[in-house]
């Protein structure tokens, strides 16, 4: 599994990272085009049922009754929601912004600042990288050759150090390679 939200590693990426006075932001990058084409087939199933159900639905909406009326409206806001909260997992984006040992979080929705977490750091470089397997790898365990494939290889997760010692989650990634470059590249700063 390649994990949705990535993170540039290098300063070279100019379009996804600012660097400004001894301090560095980095912005996740969007979904691949596939997912956009992937919602537009969602979308579109979504558009057909609601044209599919918009004559029964009105009619049922004016019996008047309070129970049927509540269905209606039920329905609706599901036909209306489900598009709605598609489009806003594939217009979020995550910043972390650090500077020396100041660290912000910031979850964003249409590019709006939905929630931010700030951290104090250990020391600047306090970050640290970890596998993580939360299954028992029955393949590898198994021997064969043949189910080398189907082997169970985790993830790596980015840990930082606050400066009260707590030891909190900061990302993941499924390459190690990435996350390292990550950790070098936020340790600089």
């Not at 309070?66 to 598609?86: E, K």
């Not at 700030?118 to 064969?144: I, R, W």
């Not at 993830?155 to 707590?166: E, I």
Request: hydrophobic letters at 45%; a positive charge.
């Amino acid at each position: 599994m390649g994990l949705m939200i990535q993170f540039p590693v290098s300063t070279e990426e100019a379009d996804r990272i600012e660097l400004n006075n001894n301090s560095i932001s980095l912005k996740s990058y969007g979904l691949p085009l596939i997912f956009w084409g992937y919602l537009l087939a969602i979308l579109t199933v979504v558009f057909a049922m609601a044209l599919a159900v918009k004559g029964p639905i009105v009619r049922l909406y004016e019996t008047g009754d309070t129970i049927n009326q509540a269905i209606v409206i039920g329905a609706s806001l599901t036909m209306f929601l489900i598009p709605a909260v598609m489009l806003c997992f594939f217009f979020y984006e995550k910043v972390i912004t650090k500077s020396n040992t100041d660290l912000r979080v910031t979850h964003k929705i249409f590019w709006i600042p939905l929630y931010t977490k700030k951290y104090t750091l250990k020391s600047p470089g306090s970050f640290e990288v970890k596998h993580f397997m939360d299954s028992p790898n029955v393949a590898k365990m198994q021997g064969s050759s043949e189910l080398r494939g189907f082997e169970n290889k985790g993830y790596f997760q980015l840990f930082l150090t606050t400066s009260d010692n707590k030891l909190l989650f900061l990302d993941r990634h499924s390459r190690k390679a990435d996350l390292v470059k990550l950790k070098e590249l936020l340790s600089k700063y």
